[in-house]
């Protein structure tokens, strides 16, 4: 099942007793009738709270154990669309630096020899000139080789090209953090890596986007005199897809 998370929701449980999206998800299949996966699912990937976009639910505890896997084999693909501070001079990057956490700070994460092995692909879509005052900026796509708590804009920021809106590596603004999930594929099958399952789980190339939202649309318009295609249709709110 995938879900179009908004801004400000948490995708895990942290302690506080705060409604996570997996509640949320949890709820929604026990109005539908299923209590089984209301009671199984876990999400597959997790998000920042505030970066949007589509998260991933399994919905059985047998195939639980292959999506792991295909995490660990890089089968499951993760693409970003985002927006960086500055003009990034090159076109196309993969950004190969350990994240380790931030012993001053543990809020944070940074770039350090000590740190776990993390991998970004960086593609620039557009550099967007400056306007109404603002600085030049970079549309970009990215796609998450590892999946390291703040990746990405641990990883931008260290580039000198941090995320617009991001409050802990960047700078505040008031359109908040410019990353959104766009897109989330499983690129083999789960029956045949030895599970079966009455669901819908066994295709040979499983994709769910979720548009981008408004207010991310709003911002690029608002700002810079250039056509988005994402923004032809984007979301509404919540979708849901199994």
Request: aromatic share 8%.
């Amino acid at each position: 099942m995938a879900i179009d998370k908004p801004a400000g929701m948490i995708v895990h449980g942290d302690g506080t007793g705060e409604r996570t999206l997996t509640d949320y998800a949890s709820d929604l299949l026990l109005a539908m009738g299923d209590g089984f996966a209301a009671t199984d699912m876990q999400p597959l990937n997790r998000l920042d709270r505030n970066t949007t976009g589509v998260v991933l639910f399994s919905l059985d505890k047998q195939t639980q154990p292959a999506f792991d896997q295909m995490v660990i084999d890089h089968a499951f693909e993760k693409h970003y669309l985002a927006l960086a501070e500055g003009k990034i001079d090159w076109n196309e990057k993969l950004i190969d630096k350990p994240i380790a956490r931030n012993r001053h700070d543990s809020r944070k994460m940074r770039v350090g020899a000590s740190g776990k092995p993390s991998q970004t692909r960086v593609k620039v879509l557009k550099r967007l000139k400056s306007r109404r005052g603002l600085p030049t900026r970079s549309y970009i796509d990215v796609e998450l080789l590892t999946g390291r708590k703040h990746q990405i804009r641990v990883h931008l920021a260290s580039e000198h090209h941090p995320l617009v809106g991001d409050d802990l590596y960047g700078t505040p603004r008031p359109c908040g953090l410019m990353l959104h999930a766009i897109a989330h594929s499983l690129r083999q099958l789960v029956g045949q890596c030895g599970f079966t399952s009455s669901r819908r789980s066994c295709y040979p190339y499983y994709m769910r986007s979720a548009p981008v939202t408004e207010k991310f649309c709003h911002c690029l318009r608002m700002t810079w005199l250039f056509i988005f295609h994402e923004c032809d249709h984007p979301a509404a709110g919540y979708f849901v897809s199994a």
